[in-house]
């Protein structure tokens, strides 16, 4: 067969190849397609077991929470207002997903009525094992409880040496989560 020309003799062999691979992307497009549907239900109630976890650490009267959307920071995901059974706000909470090296390191951050972190909780990090990961340590987290929107290395917390990426991320998340949570709830 001469690759400059094609005859018409060829086109019967070219059209089949071409609806056979048409045949073949549509049965995995539909293949991806419903195990999409079957999944995403799976991953929603699983992320939202984390969050009721996450929260549940984070404020051991933990019953109830309401949304906010907050649109002015793209780290924060969602804001929320937790609340005890009685109904008392406890406190607030931010989801945030900063930057570290490798991904983003998705963290609830638990913020106090005077807004001061009480907590954080890592739910989901993916940095380098053994440098990166080391800001997913209680010893670590724990620097940040009572800080304020003052936050900053050497104002009561410190970078992790090796893993700067990874702890500017979670300092960028604390300050996220702060101003978000002053920005919607400071007023109340």
């Known amino acids: 067969m001469n690759i400059n020309k094609i005859s018409s003799s060829d086109m019967p062999g070219i059209l089949k190849t071409a609806l056979v691979l048409l045949a073949v992307c549509t049965i995995c497009a539909s293949l991806l397609a419903a195990a999409y549907v079957v999944t995403a239900p799976i991953i929603a109630a699983n992320s939202?077991?984390?969050v009721k976890s996450a929260?549940?650490?984070?404020?051991?009267?933990?019953?109830?929470?309401?949304?906010?959307?907050?649109?002015a920071d793209k780290d924060v995901d969602r804001v929320m207002t937790v609340y005890d059974a009685g109904g008392s706000v406890l406190g607030y909470a931010a989801e945030v997903s900063p930057s570290g090296f490798a991904n983003d390191i998705t963290m609830i951050i638990g913020i106090s009525t005077d807004?001061?972190?009480?907590?954080?909780?890592?739910?989901?990090?993916?940095?380098?094992a053994g440098i990166g990961s080391?800001?997913?340590?209680?010893?670590y987290l724990s620097t940040y409880a009572g800080a304020g929107s003052d936050?900053?290395?050497?104002?009561?917390?410190d970078a992790i040496s090796g893993a700067t990426y990874?702890?500017?991320?979670?300092?960028?998340?604390?300050?996220?989560?702060i101003t978000a949570c002053e920005a919607l709830y400071k007023e109340e």
């Open 115 to 128: 807004f001061k972190v009480i907590k954080i909780a890592i739910i989901s990090i993916s940095e380098t």
């Open 134 to 139: 080391r800001v997913n340590n209680e010893s």
């Open 166 to 177: 990874s702890s500017r991320g979670v300092l960028r998340g604390v300050k996220a989560a």
């Open 55 to 71: 929260l549940s650490g984070i404020f051991p009267d933990y019953s109830s929470r309401t949304e906010a959307k907050y649109e």
């Open 48 to 50: 939202e077991v984390e």
């Open 151 to 157: 936050v900053n290395f050497g104002n009561g917390v």
